[in-house]
C-alpha cells in the first residue's frame, strides 16, 4: 500500500551542478508532498543533458511512483527536458494544441510574437497534458503512465510554487494520509547527550520520524527536537508528533 | 583525461527528503569544485538508511571519481554514513586512533565526557584518514580508492564550509584547469529573443558554457547572461568568459 506513496524528485539544470544556483525547488516541492502524505525516497540534480535526464528519470520511476521534474522547459537550446522524458516513457514527441493555445495567450498578452523558439515549450510527449503557468510562459507537463505520474514543472521558484497547487489537486485524494509536525528548541543541552533518550524515543514510537538539530546560541548550546508524525488527518497528526516532542521535553525536565 | 575532473556530491539526511530544510551544502560544494575545474555529473539526496546511502554512493562513484558527501557523521542513531561508505566500499569499519584523538580533545576543551555516542565519531572504514573539524566535534572521512577520492563531511552548514578546505588542499593539484565567470545583466530583453544568439554562440565556443537567467524588474524583462570558460588559471578563464558575454552584449546592441 505504502508504495503508492513513494516519490522522487528531479532537478534539471547546469546551473544548480556548478553551484551558480542554490536550488529551493526541490525542498519546496518535497515539503509540500511530504505534508500530502507522500514519501521522498530520493532527490537527484542533473545537467541539462537528454541522456542523463532520461536515465535518471527512468531510475526515480523505477523506485517511486510519482516524479516531479524542475526545470528545463523553457525557449533556450539547453531546454531539453520535454525530449528526455519522451525518451525515459518511449512517448513520442508532439504539438500539443492546448499548450500551444497557453503560449500563444501569454505572448499575445504580453504584445509578442509567436517564433520556433516560443513554439518549442508546446512541443510534449504525446497523450501529455499541459500544465498551466499562471506566472511564466512555459506550460507545465503532467503525463499518467499506469499507476506512474510524472509532472514536469519549469525552473523558475515563483513558477515552481504557482504550479504546485495543481500537482497538489492531482494527488491529495489519492493520499490517504497526512502528515503533521511539531519542533521544540532544548536549551543548554548537547545532542551527544541527549543521543540515548532520542534513540529510546525511536524505538518507542517507530512511525514517527524524530530529528535531533544542534546549535549554539550566546555561547550556550541548545537542541531543536523535531517529530513527524502521520494520521488521517494533518491535525492528528500535529497532535501525535507534539505529544512527541513534549514526552522528550519532559524526560529531560528542560 | 577529463574522467579525473568527473565528481559527485551526496547529501544524507531525511530533513533534507520531507524539505524541513533547504540543503545549501550541495550548492556550496559543487561551487568549490567547479571553480577548481571539477565536473559535477550528479548532485544526489538520500535518507538516513544504510542501504540507500551505500548504493548511491557505489552508483556515483561508478560515475565520478571524486565524491563528496555531507551529513550522517553525527553522535545520534541515524547517523549512519561511515558505516555506509564502509558497506559501499567493501572495508571494514574500526576506531580511528587519530580520529579519537581529535574527539577527545574537542569533548576535554568543552568539559564534557567521552561517552558511546561520542566515541561513535571516531569509528570509520579501516584505510580511512580523519579530516579535522575546527568547528563542530565530529571529524570528516577522506578514503582514497585506486583514483577514486571520497570525503565524507557532516551536515552542519558552517562544517562543510570550514572542513572544504582540507578537501581543496587535497585536490587543488590534481586539477589541471580552473573555471572562470563572468555574468551581465540584459536590460529590456526577454530570453525567447535572444535564445537563437545564446545558440549560436554556444556552437561558436562550445568549450563555453553559456546560460540565460531571466527575469523581470519593474515590469521591465531582463536576462542575465553568464559564461562559465576554462583555461590554465582562473584569471585567464574569467577573460574567456567575460569576451564572450561582451561578445553577446555587442550583437545585442545593448
Not at 530520493?42 to 545537467?47: A, D, H, Y
Not at 527512468?58 to 539547453?78: A, E, Q, R
Not at 505572448?107 to 501529455?128: H, Q, S, V, W, Y
Amino acid at each position: 500500500m505504502t508504495e503508492l506513496w513513494r516519490s522522487s524528485i528531479l532537478i534539471i539544470g547546469n546551473e544548480v551542478l556548478i553551484g551558480r544556483v542554490v536550488d529551493t525547488n526541490s525542498a519546496k516541492v518535497a515539503r509540500t508532498l511530504t505534508m500530502l502524505g507522500y514519501e521522498i525516497i530520493e532527490i537527484r540534480k542533473v545537467r541539462d543533458n537528454i541522456t542523463e535526464i532520461a536515465e535518471n528519470a527512468k531510475d526515480l520511476l523505477h523506485i517511486s511512483n510519482v516524479l516531479i521534474t524542475t526545470g528545463g522547459l523553457g525557449p533556450t537550446y539547453d531546454d531539453v527536458t520535454a525530449e528526455a522524458l519522451s525518451l525515459a516513457l518511449v512517448l513520442p514527441l508532439g504539438l500539443n494544441e492546448r499548450a500551444k493555445e497557453m503560449v500563444e495567450e501569454k505572448i499575445k498578452k504580453m504584445g509578442l510574437d509567436m517564433t520556433k523558439e516560443r513554439l518549442k515549450m508546446a512541443i510534449m510527449p504525446l497523450t501529455a497534458k499541459p500544465i498551466p503557468n499562471p506566472v511564466g510562459v512555459a506550460p507545465g507537463i503532467y503525463i499518467k503512465v499506469g499507476q506512474k505520474r510524472v509532472f514536469a514543472l519549469p525552473g523558475v521558484p515563483a513558477e515552481v510554487e504557482a504550479m504546485l497547487d495543481y500537482v497538489v489537486e492531482e494527488l491529495e485524494d489519492l493520499s490517504l494520509f497526512r502528515k503533521g509536525e511539531a519542533c521544540e528548541v532544548l536549551e543548554g543541552v548537547r545532542e551527544a547527550d541527549i543521543a540515548p533518550l532520542i534513540e529510546e524515543m525511536a524505538k518507542t514510537y517507530p512511525d514517527i520520524y524524530i530529528k535531533t538539530h544542534p546549535g549554539m546560541k550566546d555561547g550556550t548550546p541548545y537542541v531543536k527536537v523535531c517529530a513527524l508524525a502521520t494520521a488521517d488527518d494533518e491535525e492528528t497528526a500535529k497532535r501525535k508528533a507534539s505529544k512527541v516532542v513534549k514526552a522528550i521535553k519532559g524526560r529531560l525536565g528542560a
